[in-house]
C-alpha cells in the first residue's frame, strides 16, 4: 500500500518550486515523492537501475528520470499513483547529465562521449540536432574532453548553452549558428556550473577564482590546496549580496571533519557540519524564471541517511523541524510490533506525552515543501506501530489511514549505567555492540503495561503515567536461569523458599536480593558466577511523564557461562506477571510484589522425557502428569527470530463469553521456553516463544480454576503448565517450532488475553492499596460457571510446517491443515478480518497465506515475497482488518494489505500530488531593457530542432518504449468502444511507424538513384565529343 521512512541509498534530488513537490531517487530506482506532511508517493522503475537525475516539467505534473542503464522515463504525476507514460533508451551512448529549461519541452542529454542530443519530452523522440563534442571544443585540442557533466542556457539568451567537460573545458555554444562562441579551458575536473541571473557571470568563468576554504598565502603564492568543490550554486537577491552556496572545498588538513556546506553571503562564510555525507542539495528560490532575482529562501540538503533543509532567513541558518517520518532509522531497527483497531484514547495519551519530548530551535517558520492535497478517505480504526531499536529506544508511531507519524519515544538505557572508559565495558560476553538492543516487545494496549527484552538478557517492565516521578532506587531482579543436571531430583534448589511461593506468599523481593541465594562475583574456582550483564543505575532516577520503569530483571552469569539470550516474552496486566524464556528455560515474576515465582529448567518441563537425550522431535505424548486434567486455557507460541508479542492483545473488543466474576482472572500472559539450539531445525537458529494464560476451565476431573502456563517449543511441543500447582502439565504436539497461539469460544470468537484497564498509578497510597488488594483477591468459581465454562472450547496452534485446532477440554485435534511442506512459516498470526477470525501466515517462499478459523480451510494464497534477508523474517507481522508489514530496507517500512476493502478505499486515501497553480508572472524586462535590447532573448526551439530543420535522428541511436502509463497500457486494459478504438489508435500508430521505415528506405534509394544518374550523366558528357582512338 505505503511505503514510509527514509529513502534507501537516494542518489538524485529534485524540486518544482511552483507544485511545491520534492522527489528523490535512490540506488535501487525507487522513486519517493513529498509534499505538504501526510502526502508521499512511492514509485518504482522496473529495472532497478540507479537514478542518476531527476527534473521536473514545472508546474506541469510531470518528472524525467535518467537511469544508469542509460534510459530516460517520462512520469505522469497527475494521477494518485504515478506512472511512466514514455522511455527512451539510449543504445549507443552513456547518459551523463540532462538538462531542461523552464517552459522547454525540449531536453538536453549529454553523454559519457562528450555529446548532446536533444529529446522532444512531449512525444519523448530524439531531434536531429546533435551538438558533437568535436565541433565544440578548440580544433588544437589534441584530447577528448570527457563525459558532460553540466548543460544549463544563459538566463538572459536561450540561445547560448553552457556546457561543462569533465576535463576542465567549459563551452558557451551558439544553437542557432552552431558554433561555440566561447572556451575556457581550466587545468581541474569541472564538478559544476552555477549562472549569475542577468548571465552575466558564472563561478567557473575567470573574472575571478575564489578558494573559500582556502588559507590565502603571501608572496602572490597559490593558496594551500583543498578538496573539490563538488556542487555550487549561485542565486542572487534584490537587496543585498548574492549567495553562493557549495559542498565539498574543504583544505585536507581537516582530517575527520564531517561533511560540510558553506553559504557564503556578502563577506560572512558559513560553514554547516552534517551528520552524514552529502549526496545532493538544492537551493529553493521564490521564482522559478531563471533570468529574474532568485531570492534563495531555502537550502534542502540530501544527505546519505538524512533529509535536511535550512532556513536562509534567519541569522545563523536553522534548520526547519522536519514533519515527515524519515528518522525511523535514527537508531537501527532490531524489531516491530503493528496495532491496529487500538483503543481510541491511546493515541492522544502517547502524543500528549511526546509533545514534551520535541527539541528547541527549529526555524519557526512553516515547512516550505507544501505541495499536493490529503486524500478524502480515513479508516474508521486508529493504528499503531512500535519499533525497537539497537541503542534501546522504543518509538510509538500513529500509523493511522496511510500515513505514519511519530508519538512519543522511550530510552530503555536510562536505567543502566554507562561505561566512561574502555576498561568500564559491560561484563557481556552477549554481544561486542549496542548491550541494550531489543529484541522482543510485549505491549497490552488496554492496561498500557510495555515489557521489552534485550540482547544483554535484560528485561524491563514499564507503566504508562501521567505525572513525573522520581525513583529513588530502581528496582530490580536478578534471575538464575540454567538447566543442570544435578538439580533433576530438586529443581527447586536453586530458588529460595519465599521465591517458590505462589502470587500471594511472603517475603516479596523489592530491590536486589536477588531470586538466588548466592550474592558472589565469583565461584569457588574463579569463574564469574551471579553476575549480571548489565548495571543497574543506583542514583535516583527522574522519570518524565509516559512509561516508567517499573521492574529490571536480569538473567546472571552462572558457573562462568554468561546467561542465553532472552528468546521469548510475555506481559500480563490481570494477574501482574511477567514471563520469559531462552532456551535453558523459563521464569515467571510477578512485577507487583517484585518476585520470582516459577523458574523452570528445560528439563523440568518435560519431566523425565530429557530434550538432551533425543532426536530433535517433539515428546512423545505416552507420559502425562497426573495433574494433566486442571489445565486452564492459554496461547502460546515460540518465535523465529527476533519476534514479538502475540497478536491478539491488539483485538480486545470482543466480548468473552464468559461469566463476569470470572473476568479478572481471564489472563494471564506468559511465554514459553524453546529448546536448545542444537535442536533447532529451522533456518532460524534463534528459538522464539510467546503465551498468554485464558483461565478457562476443560477439565473432566475436577471443577477448579487455576491459570496455565502454554508454552511453546523449537521441537513442535505445546506443554501447559498449571502455575499454582505443582509445575507439571499436558503435552501436545506439531511438527516444526512452535510460533502463536490463541484460543476461540464455542462460537469461534477470539478470545484476547484478561487485561486490568488502565488506571494512574501514580495516586495517593490509600486509593493504591486498595487497587492492589481489588487485583489480588482469589477468584470464586460456582459450579454452574465453571460448568458454563467447560462447553466447547478451541486452542489455535500456529506451527512452520502446520496449523491445528485443539478441541477442548477433550483436547482432540479437530482440524489440523499443513502449511507447507517445502519452506517454512516465518510468521503466523491470528487475526480478525471482516468480523471473522482468520489465520494469517507468512512463509520463507515468499507466499501469504490465511485460513479460517476454527475450520482451517485456505482462503488465500498469494506470492509476495520472497525472504531474502534476515530483516523481513525479523519485522514481518499481521494485524487486524488485513494488514501487514516489514522493514523493507535498514530506513523503510513497507506497509501492506490482504483485505479487498482496504484496497477498495486506498484510492481514495491517497493524497494528490498533482494541484492546478497558476504560474507565476514573468519579470518585467523595464522600459530601459525593452528600448535597448537589454533583456532575455528568446529561442524558437520548435524552429529549430523541430523535423522541419533539423530533421530525424537516427533510429540506431535511442529505442523509444511506450510506458505502462501511456498507450501501451491500454492493450487489454479496456473493453468495449473505448478499448476498440484505444486498440485501433495502437494500430494506427504501428502502421505509422512502419509507413515511416518505408518511406525512409525509399528516400535513401531516390537518393541512390539520383546520385548514380548525376554521375552517369557526367560521365556522358566527358566522353561525347571524344573518338574513338581518344580514349
Not at 522513486?31 to 502526502?39: D, I, Q, S
Not at 548543460?151 to 548553452?161: A, C, H, Q, R, W
Not at 598565502?217 to 534584490?238: Q, S
Request: proline share 7%; with cysteine.
Amino acid at each position: 500500500t505505503v511505503r514510509h521512512g527514509f529513502p534507501y541509498q537516494p542518489s538524485a534530488l529534485a524540486f518544482d518550486p511552483v507544485q511545491k513537490i520534492l522527489a528523490v531517487g535512490t540506488q535501487t530506482g525507487a522513486l519517493r515523492l513529498f509534499g505538504r506532511p501526510g502526502v508521499e508517493c512511492y514509485c518504482q522503475h522496473d529495472s532497478g537501475a540507479a537514478v542518476i537525475q531527476l527534473q521536473f516539467l514545472i508546474n506541469e505534473g510531470a518528472l524525467v528520470s535518467a537511469l544508469a542503464d542509460d534510459t530516460l522515463h517520462l512520469w505522469n504525476l497527475r494521477q494518485k499513483r504515478p506512472a511512466i507514460l514514455h522511455s527512451l533508451k539510449f543504445c549507443r551512448e552513456r547518459v551523463t547529465f540532462c538538462h531542461l529549461p523552464f517552459q522547454s519541452k525540449w531536453l538536453y542529454v549529454g553523454t559519457e562521449r562528450g555529446n548532446i542530443h536533444i529529446v522532444n519530452v512531449e512525444s519523448f523522440t530524439l531531434s536531429g540536432y546533435v551538438i558533437m563534442w568535436n565541433k565544440a571544443i578548440e580544433l588544437s585540442s589534441k584530447s577528448h574532453p570527457g563525459p558532460v557533466v553540466h548543460i544549463s542556457d544563459n538566463p538572459m539568451d536561450e540561445g547560448k548553452l553552457l556546457i561543462g567537460f569533465e576535463s576542465g573545458t567549459v563551452v558557451l555554444w551558439d544553437l542557432k549558428s552552431k558554433k561555440a562562441d566561447y572556451r575556457y579551458t581550466y587545468d581541474e575536473a569541472i564538478h559544476s556550473v552555477a549562472w549569475h541571473h542577468e548571465g552575466k557571470q558564472s563561478p567557473t568563468k575567470p573574472v575571478q577564482t575564489i578558494t573559500p576554504h582556502g588559507k590565502q598565502l603571501k608572496d602572490g603564492k597559490k593558496p594551500e590546496p583543498c578538496k573539490p568543490i563538488l556542487k555550487v550554486e549561485f542565486k542572487t537577491t534584490r537587496s543585498g549580496e548574492p549567495f553562493i552556496i557549495l559542498s565539498g572545498g574543504l583544505s585536507y588538513d581537516t582530517v575527520g571533519r564531517r561533511p560540510c556546506l558553506t553559504v557564503m553571503h556578502g563577506k560572512s562564510t558559513a560553514v554547516l557540519e552534517m551528520d552524514y555525507s552529502i549526496v545532493d542539495f538544492l537551493t529553493l528560490c521564490e521564482t522559478p524564471y531563471p533570468n529574474d532575482f532568485q531570492e534563495p529562501y531555502a537550502v534542502v540538503v540530501l544527505l546519505e541517511k538524512d533529509l535536511v533543509l535550512i532556513d536562509l532567513a534567519q541569522n545563523g541558518y536553522p534548520i526547519f523541524e522536519n514533519p515527515y517520518p524519515l528518522n525511523i532509522h535514527e537508531s537501527p531497527v532490531t524489531c516491530c510490533e503493528y496495532f491496529a483497531d487500538c483503543p481510541v484514547d491511546l493515541i492522544p495519551a502517547l502524543y500528549s506525552v511526546g509533545a514534551r519530548q520535541k527539541r528547541q530551535g527549529y526555524s519557526k517558520k512553516e515547512w516550505p515543501i507544501n505541495g499536493g492535497n490529503w486524500g478524502l478517505g480515513a479508516q474508521s480504526y486508529p493504528e499503531i506501530i512500535i519499533t525497537g531499536h539497537a541503542d534501546g529506544s522504543v518509538k510509538f508511531w500513529d500509523a493511522s489511514a496511510i500515513t505514519l507519524q511519530v508519538l512519543y519515544k522511550l530510552k530503555t538505557s536510562k536505567v543502566f549505567e554507562k561505561s566512561r572508559n574502555k576498561e568500564d565495558k559491560p561484563n557481556t560476553d552477549i554481544v561486542d555492540e549496542d548491550p541494550y538492543a531489543i529484541q522482543i516487545i510485549s505491549w497490552c494496549p488496554e492496561s498500557r503495561m510495555l515489557c521489552i527484552a534485550g540482547v544483554s538478557a535484560h528485561v524491563i517492565i514499564y507503566r504508562f503515567s501521567k505525572q513525573e516521578v522520581v525513583t529513588e532506587v530502581i528496582p530490580m531482579l536478578e534471575v538464575r536461569l540454567l538447566h543442570e543436571i544435578n538439580d533433576v531430583e530438586s529443581p527447586e534448589s536453586e530458588q529460595p523458599p519465599p521465591l517458590s511461593t505462589p502470587v500471594g506468599g511472603s517475603n516479596p523481593q523489592t530491590i536486589p536480593p536477588q531470586s538466588h541465594p548466592s550474592t558472589s562475583s565469583s565461584s569457588s574456582d574463579g569463574l564469574r558466577d551471579n553476575v549480571p550483564c548489565l548495571k543497574v543505575k543506583s542514583s535516583p532516577l527522574k522519570q518524565s511523564p509516559g512509561y516508567q520503569t517499573e521492574l529490571v530483571i536480569q538473567l546472571v552469569w552462572v558457573g562462568g557461562e554468561p546467561p542465553q539470550q532472552i528468546t521469548s516474552l510475555a506481559v500480563n496486566s490481570s494477574y501482574g506477571l511477567v514471563v520469559f524464556g531462552n532456551c535453558n528455560g523459563i521464569a515467571m515474576v510477578d512485577y507487583f510484589q517484585k518476585a520470582v515465582l516459577l523458574n523452570l529448567g528445560t528439563i523440568e518441563l518435560y519431566g523425565s522425557n530429557d530434550p538432551y537425550r533425543r532426536e530433535p522431535r517433539s515428546p512423545r505424548k505416552s507420559r502425562q502428569p497426573s495433574g494433566a486434567g486442571l489445565c486452564d486455557i492459554s496461547e502460546g507460541s515460540v518465535v523465529p527470530e527476533d519476534r514479538c508479542k502475540s497478536p491478539t492483545s491488539a483485538k480486545m473488543s470482543r466480548k468473552l463469553s464468559l461469566p463476569t466474576d470470572l473476568k479478572p482472572d481471564l489472563d494471564v500472559k506468559d511465554n514459553s521456553s524453546a529448546d536448545h539450539e542444537f535442536q533447532c531445525d529451522s533456518m532460524i537458529k534463534n528459538p522464539r516463544s510467546i503465551s498468554a494464560l485464558h483461565s478457562v476451565n476443560f477439565t473432566r476431573k475436577a471443577d477448579s480454576l487455576f491459570p496455565c502456563l502454554w508454552v511453546g517449543t523449537t521441537l513442535g511441543t505445546v506443554l501447559v503448565i498449571p502455575v499454582i500447582v505443582s509445575p507439571s502439565g499436558t503435552i501436545l504436539r506439531l511438527k516444526g517450532a512452535i510460533l502463536r497461539m490463541a484460543f476461540l469460544d464455542t462460537t469461534g470468537c477470539l478470545m484476547p488475553p484478561a487485561y486490568e484497564p488502565w488506571k494512574e498509578h501514580n495516586v495517593p497510597e490509600e486509593k493504591d492499596e486498595k487497587e492492589k488488594s481489588k487485583k489480588k483477591r482469589p477468584v470464586s468459581v460456582s459450579p454452574s460457571s465453571s460448568q458454563e465454562i467447560s462447553e466447547n472450547q478451541y486452542a489455535v496452534i500456529c506451527s512452520e510446517k502446520q496449523a491445528k485446532v485443539i478441541s477442548l477440554p477433550t483436547q482432540n485435534c479437530a482440524y489440523k491443515q499443513n502449511i507447507t511442506e517445502t519452506s517454512f512459516v516465518l510468521r503466523g498470526d491470528i487475526v480478525a478480518l471482516s468480523n471473522s477470525i482468520c489465520l494469517a501466515c507468512f512463509c520463507a517462499n515468499g507466499h501469504i497465506m490465511t485460513f479460517s478459523l476454527p475450520s482451517l480451510r485456505p482462503l488465500l494464497d498469494v506470492y509476495y515475497l520472497p525472504l531474502t534477508n534476515m530483516r523481513i523474517a525479523r519485522t514481518f507481522c499481521f494485524t487486524n482488518n488485513g494488514q501487514a508489514l516489514y522493514l523493507v530496507s535498514p530506513t523503510e517500512i513497507q506497509r501492506l494489505t490482504y483485505s479487498q476493502e482496504t484496497c477498495e478505499n486506498l484510492q481514495e486515501m491517497l493524497g494528490e500530488l498533482f494541484t492546478p497553480v497558476e504560474t507565476p508572472e514573468a519579470p518585467n524586462r523595464g522600459f530601459f531593457k525593452g528600448l535597448f535590447g537589454g533583456g532575455a532573448q528568446s529561442l524558437d526551439r520548435e524552429e529549430l530542432f523541430g523535423e522541419s530543420s533539423s530533421g530525424k535522428a537516427s533510429r540506431s541511436l535511442a529505442q523509444h518504449i511506450p510506458g505502462p502509463g501511456g498507450i501501451e497500457g491500454v492493450k487489454g486494459a479496456a473493453s468495449g468502444v473505448v478499448g476498440e478504438l484505444a486498440r485501433a489508435r495502437l494500430a494506427l500508430d504501428e502502421r505509422g511507424q512502419k509507413l515511416g521505415d518505408l518511406e525512409e528506405r525509399t528516400a535513401a534509394m531516390l537518393s541512390s538513384a539520383d546520385a548514380f544518374s548525376k554521375h552517369a550523366h557526367e560521365m556522358m558528357l566527358k566522353y561525347k565529343d571524344k573518338k574513338w582512338f581518344q580514349f
